[in-house]
């Protein structure tokens, strides 16, 4: 019922910062709770943030905590990952991901629906 397309990503020195972007289709996607996940190579698929249906909950994997920020824009059909003070360990495969409840979940299998990717890739 929902396409998810990321844009943003691209090759960051550790320290600095990226914004990625998360464009979605369908009429209920107010209703959506949101998520971005990353997958590193040889790595599990790791959660990142969660934020729900109408902005007011977020939730922060602790090794982002602080330097991330979730946010949405239901009115453009958005939803944004700030990423500031960059390390080398957050290089991975940045994934948008939609849920059809209102309330946020933090496991991959909890989610419906999901992007291509996004590479991020911070420099030493």
């Known amino acids: 019922q929902v396409q998810l397309v990321e844009s943003g990503g691209g090759l960051v020195q550790a320290g600095g910062s990226l914004r990625l972007s998360c464009a979605a289709s369908g009429r209920t996607f107010n209703t959506y709770a949101m998520g971005w996940f990353r997958q590193a190579p040889g790595k599990e698929r790791e959660f990142v943030a969660a934020?729900?249906?109408?902005?007011?909950?977020?939730s922060y994997a602790a090794s982002v905590k602080g330097r991330f920020t979730i946010s949405r824009d239901n009115a453009k059909n958005m939803v944004y990952l700030q990423m500031s003070s960059l390390k080398p360990e957050d290089t991975a495969v940045y994934y948008c991901?939609?849920?059809?409840?209102?309330?946020?979940?933090?496991?991959?299998?909890?989610?419906?629906?999901w992007g291509q990717g996004t590479q991020v890739t911070v420099s030493p």
């Open positions: 934020i729900d249906w109408n902005g007011y909950s977020t």
């Open positions: 991901a939609s849920r059809l409840r209102i309330l946020i979940a933090t496991t991959a299998r909890e989610y419906d629906y």
